[in-house]
């Protein structure tokens, strides 16, 4: 790892699909589960919801001196209504149906914390959903791994069978805004994350 001011960066998450995109951009980073709670539903707006729980992630864990430390949330955003993660599988069953042919916004919101110094934003993506049957629906509860995952699907697995389109960040929508997280990078640092890459 090319290390410049000795920045060691690290990912307050233990989503598998910010790790493994993270890994294949070929960056170098630790991971460390944070401590925030992520049921609780303070704003009604997305953005700021996303905000706050990204900057509350990236606080909750301890850090080192040259820690720069990453917090991200996902949510779908149907109508006024934040969706987060399903409960169990009736809760995603109820997700999905609300979401079986509709379009929705996924928000992602990216805290970045280093030194004293804090930098947010977040990104938002329109999704077009396929209406699906209720085959489809139980073929893709039997499938795939939803339970940890912002409206019960993740679009690069076995529910990119159901999308019509995306507009927008396509990696946003995967949970983790490549473009955004580039840019508050730089800011924060004044450091190119190309230097960071292996």
């Keep these: 790892m090319k290390k410049k001011n000795d920045i060691r960066i690290v990912l307050a998450s ?9 890994k294949k951009i070929g960056l170098e980073f630790k991971i ?19 905000l706050r729980c990204s900057k509350n992630k990236a606080l909750s864990i301890k850090r080192k001196k040259n820690d720069l430390v990453v917090g991200a ?21 109820s997700i999905l149906k609300k979401l079986s042919g509709k379009k929705h916004l996924v928000y992602t919101g990216l805290t970045l914390v280093y030194k004293d110094r804090i930098v947010s934003g977040y990104s938002k993506t329109l999704v077009f959903l396929k209406k699906f049957s209720l ?11 939803y339970l940890d995952k912002a409206g019960a699907y993740a679009v690069q697995d076995e529910a990119s069978i159901f999308i019509k389109r995306i507009d927008g960040d396509f990696f946003n929508v995967v949970g983790f805004p490549i473009r955004l997280f580039v840019r508050l990078f730089k800011k ?6 190309v230097n960071f890459l292996k």
């Excluded at 149907?78 to 809760?91: A, F, N, V």
């Excluded at 073929?139 to 795939?144: D, I």
């Excluded at 924060?188 to 994350?193: G, K, L, N, Q």
Aim: charged fraction near 40%; hydrophobic fraction near 35%.
């Design 188 to 193: 924060i640092t004044s450091e190119d994350i």
């Design 135 to 145: 085959k489809e629906l139980e073929w893709y509860l039997e499938k795939a791994s």
């Design 73 to 93: 949330d996902t949510i779908v955003y149907l109508g006024k209504e934040i969706i987060g993660k399903p409960k169990d599988r009736s809760d995603a069953i």
């Design 14 to 22: 233990s989503s598998e699909r910010r790790i493994q995109l993270l």
């Design 32 to 50: 460390v589960r944070h401590y925030h709670d992520e049921s609780h539903f303070d704003f009604k707006k997305p953005a700021e919801f996303v």
